[in-house]
């Protein structure tokens, strides 16, 4: 099955710096790569994916890269603000027959310094 | 848009005894996950539902867990009976079926601790 390692485990900036987590996963066929955001107490929020179909995609101060060649994506966050202080997920799809199962890294702590 | 409801939001037992929980996915979504989340790790998957199908429980440790989704809507979690290492976050997660554009939307999740 599919495998995704994340890291780091935890990371603090300071306020405004960027913010870069990577994962790396396994499975070449995997085809779909979400990023998700909790908050201590709170539901797992996606909060960018990414296709395999595309290299790289921005919303706002959140941007995410796709390697396939090399199997790694990473998570950029420019312009870090408090608010941003959570753990971060990645995760892998991988068609399994019918099923597309969703694996999830381990996630990393990120804290930003004000 | 409602989403993902589950309960209960706490649970405390002791070893050996059984609990349950119960999810109710966003209306229309055929696909149903429980995820398992202990402390400081990723959600790991237990089981999927395709409506009211199984179509992947092979991380679920069936000696001691199930699932059902009748009717391809709720869907209850049970584990008869817990161990000290179930203790963690039970997340249920619910997605559309269609493509692979298919993002999973978490329930609040339900607390369990075994003592």
């Known amino acids: 099955g599919e495998n995704v390692e994340q890291h780091p485990s935890t990371l603090s900036v300071q306020e405004g710096d960027s913010a870069v987590i990577k994962c790396t996963y396994s499975d070449s066929a995997s085809n779909y790569f979400p990023w998700y955001k909790q908050e201590l107490g709170k539901r797992p929020q996606l909060i960018i994916d990414?296709?395999?179909?595309?290299g790289e995609k921005k919303d706002q101060r959140i941007a995410v890269t796709l390697n396939k060649t090399a199997k790694h994506f990473s998570l950029h966050i420019t312009e870090t603000q408090p608010e941003d202080s959570a753990v971060y997920f990645c995760a892998a799809r991988s068609p399994l027959g019918s099923a597309r199962q969703l694996t999830f890294g381990s996630g990393t702590q990120l804290t930003v310094l004000p | 848009e409602a989403g993902v409801a589950q309960s209960p939001r706490y649970k405390i037992i002791e070893k050996r005894q059984s609990v349950a929980f119960w999810c109710n996915p966003i209306s229309g979504h055929a696909t149903l996950y429980w995820y398992q989340q202990i402390l400081g790790q990723g959600p790991k998957l237990l089981i999927q539902?395709?409506?009211?199908?199984?179509?992947?429980d092979s991380q679920l440790p069936k000696d001691r867990f199930s699932a059902e989704r009748l009717k391809g809507v709720d869907s209850t979690l049970k584990i008869q009976p817990a161990k000290l290492e179930d203790s963690a976050v039970y997340l249920c997660a619910s997605s559309p079926v269609t493509g692979i554009n298919t993002e999973a939307f978490f329930g609040q999740g339900t607390r369990l601790t075994v003592v």
């Open positions: 539902f395709q409506n009211n199908g199984v179509v992947d």
């Open positions: 990414i296709r395999s179909n595309v």
